[in-house]
């Protein structure tokens, strides 16, 4: 029993606060795609580019001295895609600046950086899903992201919605890519269906080690196939049900406008930001990589 003549925290007045100087976020901050595909440079809100083709191997002999034939060679085609703005905006009241704060010296430094990792994460998600927009007076132009450009090699399984992701299904998406002349090198999945892709290691030793991981653990980080050593990338912003397998460098990032901090006029007592960048998505073939989709999430 508490003796009734102690001094208990209960009681008393101006004990300190325990609030340490360090700050835990939890955030999903990673970008494979953003991070890691080639820069280009984009000179106009549509960004156009040309694709083009071999013919296939066909019979090819002639008879001796034989006339020449000719015929219109293959035409190239012309691709194009939208440059989109992104934004975040900030401000902090310059009281809140001005006061002592546990664990960061300026709010509003501290908030900027967090927006800095925001935006990289918007990104990110339209470079995947995005559906593309030309944009208008009042509407907000899109970027037509890796999802929405791949209609050629479509993997469905049976077209149900709710396949399982299976070993012969991927190799299956792998093989058509192929036969189409691409050569996938690295496949996104989010964090099912990566755990789908380990499990093929109950069925396969056709593992190597990529950068010392995977090296047959609870998971794998490359997938070595009959046609090319795929590297498995965790993106936790692509579909849950769905996989793409790309050849990366098929794929850029054209920037109009690098993201740069700007200031913003003061009409207030608080200091004011913003992030500003504009850029698209560069698919210089689709026919080099494709997608798996209706897989099941549960």
Known sequence: MAQASALKTYEAIGD???LTDVIATITLSETPLFSTLEKVQAKGVL???QTDSLSTGSSNAAIEGADFSFSIPGVRTRVHNHTQIFTKSLEV???QRAVSVAGLDDEFAYQME???KEIATDIEKALITGTGNSGASGTARELNGILNF???NVETGTGTGTEVLTESMYNNLLQTIWAAGGRPDYTYVNGFQKRKLSAFASNSQRYQSVDAEGQLKNSVAGYESDFGVQRLILDPFMDTDKLMALQRDMWKIAVLRGIKQIDVAVNSDSKR??????LTLE???CLASGKITGLTTS
């Open 273 to 278: 930001g913003a992030l500003v960048g504009e």
């Open 47 to 49: 960004h156009e580019w």
């Open 283 to 285: 698919s210089r073939n």
């Open 16 to 18: 300190r606060e325990d």
């Open 114 to 116: 967090k927006r800095m």
């Open 150 to 152: 791949i209609s050629t």
């Open 93 to 95: 009241a310059e009281t």
